[in-house]
């Protein structure tokens, strides 16, 4: 090799590789054999300085890499801060570098202001002039409430126009519930990347749902986080705060008495809190979010009718609540049943109607194909009620036609003392019955024909095989407790005594065995003892939660497509080896989780696959896929369960369509 000391000279690190010394020279056989360092103010100055000096070393057949260098260039040309000029701008013209995350704060385009809202000194703060809204001896009521699962229902169905509303109306009627007037509202947005048309469709939406609300939307901010967020990841928060005079506060618990009425103000919008239920029935749904909506919805697909938005009950409910004629006044988006219970005292109870009030069809479709009781959904679904007041018996038909100027109302039930048996203090009466009436797929023919009783689908008894190595218990016991979860988890084995997942499970009342590999002979009568275990508590899916025995090919084949696993690599599997490290050392780009049928020979038919970006490191991919199995794990469950999944008989994963 020539040319080494002149480099060295320019300053320059070489790093050897594939050389050796020999005879007082520096020889190579070829291969990767150095690397040039240099080390300067800039990186543009620093890869010039490279390329100089690689340029100056010399040997039969040398070649390298111009290349280098190039990709941090393009990053550092980008922006770090994105301004609201670049936000209408193409994605190469904003973006960010490497972990920092790039974000602008300021005065929202189309901001809406009221009375004693502004915004000045150049973007950093606005201010609010109570006494210039008209108050005296005002108390400040604030709230702050994120869209969840909602928003990504709304990403897949690439509908942003609805959401900004629906996030105004969880703040703005919580403010209500304690009898303020809303002042102005903030917002924050963050997201794996930017998307101009997205960000301005949500400003409008929420510029729009305040002028309806008579409050200000004074700012947002906008984050754009860099990886591991995905890019298609969003987040959307709201803060509001209202005022209301000293004195004013909705008297609520301590007024509530017994004969008292309720009456429900109508609604057909699903709230952002419930969406978790309804991703989970839309896995295992025939339909899409693109299909035609169920009933009589018109034109709309079924995505345009969950997202329907959320209502605002201000400024018109406003001066009825401060009539002093209503009680209590409570929104449903934690459902029916607990938004109702926040305002009664722990000494009453309530009886409800459900054919009292016009369900929406939606509400109809879900307890269907969800396979929910009516327990369940009053537990998550507000029912086509948004929220009910408390008012006294003899002045509810009064106060019930002052809003039924406004909009649908209803009298849906009285409070009354609590009942004799244990369970919810909120009865609804009748809900099943008004989900099968107003439901599109079960009109009756005949008003007169007895309404026959809907059969319960029966859920599917679940083992779990642990040793004490799994995270996935937990998960799986928390999803199999969710209303329209078609798994019951039955038993857990371990091989080892004392592991956590037994106390996990003991806390959790589901029964527990120890078969311990080290007191049985061979293989197969290790698992002949949790065959026979299995079949006395009746099991149908078996799930591995870090189960680290080899089963049987005998014990395979009896439970063929029954056995789910989850490995952490995406299909196919790594074998032979560290499913951490492995990928960093590869040239796959990509790592991840799979759940899996367990087949033998062959390593299985995928269910669920959970992609994850690049690590840094392997904790960092270790920490990632344990997350990302605690995500695949339940879902992969619930669809072999509903029998949306399901192993062929060609040995590959079968969906219903």
């Given at each position: 090799l020539a040319g080494l000391r002149q480099a060295q000279q320019l300053g320059l690190q070489v790093f050897h590789g594939g050389t050796a010394l020999k005879d007082g020279r520096v020889v190579t056989s070829g291969g990767r054999v150095l690397s040039v360092t240099a080390v300067r103010q800039d990186l543009m100055e620093a890869l010039g300085e490279a390329n100089r000096g690689v340029a100056t070393i010399h040997f039969q057949g040398a070649t390298f890499r111009r290349d280098i260098g190039q990709r941090g260039l393009r990053l550092l040309r980008r922006p770090l801060c994105v301004s609201p000029a670049q936000m209408s701008l193409p994605g190469p013209h904003r973006g960010v570098l490497g972990g920092f995350i790039s974000h602008e704060s300021h005065p929202c385009p189309v901001c809406v202001c009221s009375t004693g809202g502004r915004s000045e000194g150049g973007g950093f703060a606005a201010f609010f002039d109570l006494k210039a809204s008209g108050y005296h001896d005002p108390i400040l009521v604030s709230q702050t409430k994120g869209l969840g699962p909602k928003l990504q229902v709304a990403q897949v169905c690439k509908r942003h126009d609805t959401i900004g509303q629906d996030l105004v109306a969880l703040c703005v009627n919580d403010l209500l519930a304690q009898g303020a007037e809303p002042l102005f509202f903030l917002s924050h947005l963050s997201c794996g990347k930017l998307d101009a048309e997205v960000m301005d469709t949500i400003?409008?939406?929420?510029?729009?749902?305040?002028?309806?609300?008579?409050?200000?939307?004074?700012?947002?901010?906008?984050?754009?986080?860099?990886?591991?967020?995905?890019?298609?990841?969003?987040?959307?928060?709201?803060?509001?705060?209202?005022?209301?005079?000293?004195?004013?506060?909705?008297?609520?618990?301590?007024?509530?008495?017994?004969?008292?009425?309720?009456?429900?103000?109508?609604?057909?919008?699903?709230?952002?809190?419930?969406?978790?239920?309804?991703?989970?029935?839309?896995?295992?749904?025939?339909?899409?979010?693109?299909?035609?909506?169920?009933?009589?919805?018109?034109?709309?697909?079924?995505?345009?009718?969950?997202?329907?938005?959320?209502?605002?009950?201000?400024?018109?409910?406003?001066?009825?609540?401060?009539?002093?004629?209503?009680?209590?006044?409570?929104?449903?988006?934690?459902?029916?049943?607990?938004?109702?219970?926040?305002?009664?005292?722990?000494?009453?109870?309530?009886?409800?109607?459900?054919?009292?009030?016009?369900?929406?069809?939606?509400?109809?479709?879900?307890?269907?194909?969800?396979?929910?009781?009516?327990?369940?959904?009053?537990?998550?679904?507000?029912?086509g009620i948004g929220a009910v007041l408390v008012v006294q018996k003899e002045l509810a038909q009064h106060v019930l036609q002052d809003i039924q100027r406004q909009q649908e109302a209803w009298l849906i039930g009285k409070v009354v003392a609590p009942c004799a048996t244990a369970g919810s203090r909120i009865e609804v009466e009748n809900l099943a019955e008004a989900l099968q009436l107003s439901s599109p797929q079960q009109l009756p023919k005949d008003s007169s024909a007895e309404e026959q009783p809907r059969p319960v689908r029966r859920k599917v008894k679940v083992a779990v095989l642990v040793s004490g190595a799994g995270t996935a218990l937990s998960a799986l016991i928390g999803s199999a407790r969710e209303p329209g979860s078609s798994a019951q988890l039955v038993l857990v084995i371990s091989n080892k005594p004392g592991v956590e997942e037994l106390r996990s499970a003991a806390r959790a009342g589901i029964p527990t065995r120890v078969i311990d590999h080290k007191l049985y002979g061979s293989r197969s009568e290790f698992d002949s003892t949790i065959d026979r275990v299995l079949e006395e508590f009746s099991v149908e899916l078996i799930c591995l939660s870090g189960f680290m025995r080899v089963l049987s090919s005998p014990f395979l084949r009896k439970w063929k497509g029954k056995i789910l696993n989850a490995s952490p690599s995406l299909f196919p599997l790594i074998k032979d080896g560290n499913a951490h490290q492995d990928p960093l050392e590869s040239e796959f780009q990509v790592a991840g989780c799979t759940v899996h049928f367990v087949l033998e020979p062959s390593a299985g038919a995928a269910i669920r696959r959970e992609p994850l970006p690049p690590a840094d490191s392997e904790a960092a991919l270790e920490e990632r896929l344990q997350e990302a199995e605690l995500r695949a794990f339940p879902l992969a469950l619930q669809l072999v369960a509903s029998g949306a999944a399901w192993l062929g008989a060609h040995g590959r994963t079968c969906w219903r369509r």
């Open positions: 400003k409008e939406g929420i510029a729009e749902a305040c002028r309806s609300a008579g409050c200000a939307f004074l700012g947002e901010e906008v984050t754009e986080v860099a990886a591991p967020c995905p890019p298609g990841l969003c987040t959307l928060a709201g803060f509001a705060v209202g005022a209301l005079e000293r004195g004013q506060r909705l008297p609520g618990l301590q007024r509530a008495q017994e004969g008292d009425v309720l009456l429900g103000l109508g609604s057909a919008s699903i709230p952002g809190p419930a969406f978790g239920l309804v991703r989970r029935i839309l896995l295992t749904s025939a339909l899409l979010c693109s299909s035609p909506a169920p009933g009589s919805c018109g034109d709309s697909t079924l995505g345009d009718v969950l997202l329907t938005p959320g209502k605002m009950f201000s400024p018109a409910l406003l001066p009825v609540l401060r009539s002093g004629h209503v009680k209590g006044f409570a929104p449903t988006a934690e459902g029916l049943l607990g938004g109702i219970s926040r305002v009664l005292p722990e000494h009453l109870s309530a009886v409800l109607d459900a054919l009292s009030w016009k369900i929406p069809e939606i509400f109809c479709w879900l307890y269907k194909e969800g396979n929910l009781s009516a327990e369940e959904m009053a537990q998550t679904f507000p029912c």
